[in-house]
């Protein structure tokens, strides 16, 4: 069916709607209830008003930038090859989506938990690489970091009161997970670029929460096959459901296939800048179904299955062409 002219044609019913974390303080049994409804839903939620300090993010948005404006072979030095691309910087052409024949068109620089010097998961995370070329980077990331990991942790008090387990049930499960901030550069594209930006995927890791993707290009895969464009409005936070969590909860908040395809002929000249922040689990915790998630209608899926958060970790980056 052919749009009339006075139809919008990108309105789509289809579309997430944003839910406001002003309703966090307000009510949020409200707030949890919708949250977990368009998670439910799409594995995905926009969230409007989400009282991030915009200064702060600007600013390291802006070091990111200046980062990979710099030439390539200054860049290079800090990427850390067969390292799982955990830190630093993994370079244009190397990460390619699970299964996917074709690169992506991106590179990002990562950052992860800073740990104290005897911390036991230092066994597990790398320090992080800091460029010395851009003033200022070390502190904005970072910040920007903690900002993300802290609203993350908020946002995992909602899903716990969705789900009934006790709000604070992920505090101690995530308070040293290893998530990483990731500043991710799709350079312009050019008219005859084979493959997309982003290949379609799942994330593997808890929840993501991703600034930047109003940028057209992320889309999800609905469960008839269709893709439905995200377009956050401009400031909106997005964020989804991970493996992890999809695989703790028997696929009840499902871990949804996305992806970034390339622009309009019109948008292909301009770079896009997204950042998404993975938030991961602590390294030794067991991902168990919970209990409380198996039904007749559900029976476990994993049962039998249980696997530390950081050798599935391991498994899932092998297939993505970092380790
Ligand atoms: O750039 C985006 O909007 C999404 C990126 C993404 O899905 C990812 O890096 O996992
Ligand atoms: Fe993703």
Redo the contacts with the bound molecule.
Sequence with gaps: MSATPTETPSTDDRAIKPVSMTGYDADFQAFSDALGASFTRYGFAVIADHGLDQQRIDAAINDAKAFFALPEDVKRQYHQPGTGGARGLTPFGVEAAKGAATVDL?E?WHVGRELPADHPYRKYMRDNLWPTEVEGFQPHLYGMFEDLDALGRKILRAIARYLELGDDYFEDKVEMGNSVL?M?H?PPVPADAPGV??GA?E?INVI?L?L??EEA??QLKEKDGSWLD?APPPGAL?V?IGDMLQRLTNHVLPSTT???VNPAPERRGFA?Y?T?F?LHFNPDFPIETLPSAVTPDNPDRYAGKTILAEDYLTERLREIRLL
């Design positions: 991106k990002f990731r991710l799709y930006r982003a995927h994330d993501t991703l930047g993707a290009g992320l995200i997005v989804n996305h992806r970034v896009r997204s998404p993975f």
